[in-house]
T-cell receptor
Framework: QKEVEQDPGPLSVPEGAIVSLNCTYSNSAFQYFMWYRQYSRKGPELLMYTYSSGNKEDGRFTAQVDKSSKYISLFIRDSQPSDSATYLCAMSVQLGSNYKLTFGKGTLLTVNP | EPEVTQTPSHQVTQMGQEVILRCVPISNHLYFYWYRQILGQKVEFLVSFYNNEISEKSEIFDDQFSVERPDGSNFTLKIRSTKLEDSAMYFC??????????????????FGPGTRLTVT
């Protein structure tokens, strides 16, 4: 079983739709959960960060973590064409005093005007 | 807004040649990382670096790879003898602190734009 699984999509939605992106994981040692956005041929850009179960909201974005189910989600409300990108979930365990990120494969999202 | 920068943006090299990829992390950050992304695949951790030494490295980071912080601003990844399978995007990242230190947000990793390495 892969450590982090993410449906690669592609996902295509109309402008204004609510988007739900999901990842599952198998390593119960993961403590920190992140969502990155990556535009084509660019570096990942941090969107959201959380380390506890529950919801965290930032503008149109909501990150949700369910550690008991080993499942995380990112919701995008009122999606815009500029949200079109690949969304990567990433997770980490503590590793001494710093940590490495384990990424999902990414979901390619297209928001159509 | 501070950002991680990387040079060059694209490097083409012949198999067997040495390459050095350069990164300038965010200035107050103390933890540095290299990741790579082969086309169409996941972003993969290579190595983390703190206090002038490697903290952790992955199985990918074998003897042909090395990292260095030659001065107060640059962080480099050297590949001694490149192979075709080293062709990938290489991302540098940095964070202000490590897990368990400082604010929760302080150990968020910020990525540079990447160097595309093509080995022919």
């Amino acid at each position: 079983q892969k450590e982090v699984e993410q449906d690669p999509g592609p996902l295509s939605v109309p402008e204004g739709a609510i988007v739900s992106l999901n990842c599952t994981y198998s390593n119960s040692a993961f403590q920190y959960f992140m969502w990155y956005r990556q535009y084509s041929r660019k570096g990942p850009e941090l969107l959201m960060y959380t380390y506890s179960s529950g919801n965290k909201e930032d503008g149109r974005f909501t990150a949700q973590v369910d550690k008991s189910s080993k499942y995380i989600s990112l919701f995008i409300r009122d999606s815009q064409p500029s949200d079109s990108a690949t969304y990567l979930c990433a997770m980490s365990v503590q590793l001494g005093s710093n940590y490495k990120l384990t990424f999902g494969k990414g979901t390619l999202l297209t928001v159509n005007p | 807004e501070p950002e991680v920068t990387q040079t060059p943006s694209h490097q083409v090299t012949q198999m067997g040649q040495e390459v050095i990829l350069r990164c300038v992390p965010i200035s107050n950050h103390l933890y540095f990382y290299w990741y790579r992304q082969i086309l169409g695949q996941k972003v993969e951790f290579l190595v983390s670096f703190y206090n002038n030494e490697i903290s952790e490295k992955s199985e990918i980071f074998d003897d042909q790879f090395s990292v260095e912080r030659p001065d107060g601003s640059n962080f480099t990844l050297k590949i001694r003898s490149t192979k075709l399978e080293d062709s990938a995007m290489y991302f540098c990242a940095s964070s202000e602190s490590g897990v368990g230190q400082g604010r929760g947000e302080a150990y968020e990793q910020y990525f540079g734009p990447g160097t595309r390495l093509t080995v022919t």
